[in-house]
């Protein structure tokens, strides 16, 4: 069996109305099959302005708006107009890349007709709820995630840390790894601009903190923004600069009221304003991966992260950066101090930083995911 007679459904709550870490490595995962010949059909929730446009063919499902969040859909059906799609379209595996009722239908559909399936984990939605104060629910939201992922085929996780949660949370007897690549022509440390960093004000002396992401809560806002007040409590000299945009982004600017907001930033604006600060911080833990931690290493600049999935197989400690626990600002502040203070020590980490992000190519990232399926589609046939 070859990439060719491959027909993969990708059933996905966003593929391309909201723009985000996961949805980008889906569509360029598509472009990848796209190009080798295989069959892909995509069924996603759709709005009228999408965020930008889908990689190959994209069917609408039905989805509502998520209340306090109505920038995101549920999708929670498959009706029989698409039932009927997906039975023309035969396809020899079934992927699923979000927890959801669509999810949960989709399996069924695939178990039904004996067709493979495959779940993407992207996102630690279960994480989510503390910022919502619903933290009560995380066990049984877990438990709902264990149902859907214990009755697919295998499931792929992005890093070996959101591996072993996996594992220990009993998701499958299957679990593989399906990485994340970086483009190494836009996030380079040769797209630094010094003049873009003085037309914000800042001094070519002055070391720059960063925050690359979508500005929503579970991001680590608040702690981001208490490291900051500790780190300007010691009297560090430092900048912030906050790259992104999103609902909480008002919040964001009362909590930093001296960082220089710079909007959502893409293309080669964005790989300039990353490889344009000294220092990335991500405080988040709802990380799988962490596309924005490897996008900064890549750019030859040290990370100081929590330690959580994601990050935690990415930043090795003491030698890219520093990996600090989750919500001890002493310790963010300490770390951020240590590179803002020594020039050495953050150029050393930026280097090893660089060095690692060559081990992540996008088309061998992609590849294993390929193989993984023609082996489902394989076995199933």
Partial sequence: ??????????????????????????????????????AVRVYSPTVEHPAFEPTGDL????????????????????????RQDLADFAPNVVQIASPDFLAQKAVSWARKHDVATLASIHTRFETYLSYYHLGALEPLLTIYQRNLYRRCDAIVAPSESMADVLREERMNDR??????GVDKDLFDPARRDMAWRRSLGIADGTPVIGFVGRLVMEKGLDVFAA????????????????????????????????????GFQK?????????????????????????????????????????????????????????VEPRDIAAYADALASYCEDTASRTAAGLAGEARSEDYSWDAVNQRI??????LAERDR
């Fill in 267 to 323: 293309g080669d604006d964005l790989g300039r304003a990353v490889a344009s600060i000294d220092i990335f911080l991500n405080p988040s833990v709802t990380e799988t991966f962490g596309n924005v931690t490897l996008e900064a290493m890549s750019c030859r600049v040290p990370v100081v992260a929590a330690r959580a999935t994601g990050s935690a197989s990415l930043v090795v400690d003491g030698v890219t950066g520093r990996l």
């Fill in 59 to 82: 069917v609408s499902v039905p989805s509502f708006a998520i209340p306090g969040r109505e920038e995101y859909r549920f999708p929670y059906s498959i009706p029989a107009s698409v």
């Fill in 227 to 262: 490291a900051i007040d500790a780190l300007k409590a010691r009297g560090t000299d430092f900048a912030t600069i906050v790259v992104g945009d999103g609902p909480a982004r008002a919040k964001f600017e009362e909590l930093l009221p001296d960082a220089h907001f710079v």
């Fill in 175 to 180: 679990i593989g790894i399906w990485s994340r």
């Fill in 1 to 38: 069996m070859r990439a060719t007679d491959l027909r993969i459904a990708l059933f996905s709550g966003n593929y391309n109305y909201v723009r985000d870490g996961a949805n980008q490595a889906l569509n360029r995962l598509v472009g990848y099959l796209l190009a080798q010949g295989a």
């Fill in 370 to 375: 390929v193989d993984l399926y023609l082996e």
